[in-house]
Nanobody
Framework: QVQLVESGGGLVQAGGSLRLSCAAS????????MGWFRQAPGKEREFVAA???????????YYADSVKGRFTISRDNAKNTVYLQMNSLKPEDTAVYYC?????????????????WGQGTQVTVSS
């Protein structure tokens, strides 16, 4: 079993930045692909970013087109933590952001393929 706890959400003005953190516990974190998803009111949960580790210092990151160039996903396996740095935030980025873990090193943009989820953290971007 893996427990995920997100933090770092809040209210920010358009153009501002936030850094989300997701602390993982319970199993071998480094072997799992990690993802961030978000869900706005009345909308389906959507993929934001994912990251996988292939050993040593090699990581591969993947992004939704809507956040590419603005968001950066990273992970610290020693701290069992994954981060989402969000810059140049827009009002349309407003959503609850969820951290997720997949029992595979292979990443996915499909939320149904992730096995563990955090409770979510609210991000609100004002115009």
């Amino acid at each position: 079993q893996v427990q995920l706890v997100e933090s770092g959400g809040g209210l920010v003005q358009a153009g501002g930045s936030l850094r989300l953190s997701c602390a993982a516990s319970g199993r071998t974190f480094s072997n799992y692909a990690m993802g961030w998803f978000r869900q706005a009111p009345g909308k389906e949960r959507e993929f934001v970013a994912a990251i996988r580790w292939t050993g040593g210092s090699t990581y591969y990151a993947y992004y939704a087109d809507s956040v590419k160039g603005r968001f950066t996903i990273s992970r610290d396996n020693a701290k069992n933590t994954v981060y989402l740095q969000m810059n140049s935030l827009k009002p349309e980025d407003t959503a609850v952001y969820y951290c997720s873990a997949r029992r595979s090193y292979i990443w996915s943009d499909n939320s149904y393929e992730y096995d563990y989820w955090g409770q979510g953290t609210q991000v609100t971007v004002s115009s």
